[in-house]
């Protein structure tokens, strides 16, 4: 059974950055497409960008694109998410995902089928 632990939140002002990382633990993730995900107060959880197993292709939701950079680092069993020009709204607890092994698809909730505890990200005006 895999275990992905994210790091990396905190509370930072609108406009600042801040990089996520999630490690896994368990077996290696390298075979598999992985995403972050986030659940803001009282909303739903969203997509909020996926990234091939090779680290290759990515996708991003329309709100974070142009900010928001996902990659991965195989070697090192770790997905990452650079976060730029925050916004209060991306405000949220941010979870890692992953895809079942070699999976095709990334770009939604439904692909990914495990994910960790969550890192809470709050963004002040």
């Known amino acids: 059974q895999v275990q992905l632990v994210e790091s990396g939140g905190g509370l930072v002002q609108a406009g600042d950055s801040l990089r996520l990382a999630c490690a896994a633990s368990?077996?290696?993730?390298?075979?598999?497409?992985m995403g972050w995900l986030r659940q803001a107060p009282g909303k739903e959880r969203e997509f909020v960008a996926g990234?091939?197993?090779?680290?290759?292709?990515?996708v991003y939701a329309d709100s974070v694109k142009g900010r928001f950079t996902i990659f991965r680092d195989n070697t090192k069993n770790t997905l990452y998410l650079q976060m730029n020009s925050l916004k209060p709204e991306d405000t949220a607890v941010y979870y890692c995902?992953?895809?079942?092994?070699?999976?095709?698809?990334?770009?939604?909730?439904?692909?990914?089928?495990?994910w960790g505890q969550g890192t809470q990200v709050t963004v002040s005006s």
């Open positions: 995902a992953a895809t079942p092994p070699y999976g095709s698809r990334y770009g939604s909730i439904a692909d990914f089928r495990s």
């Open positions: 368990g077996r290696t993730l390298s075979n598999n497409a």
């Open positions: 990234i091939s197993w090779r680290g290759s292709s990515t």
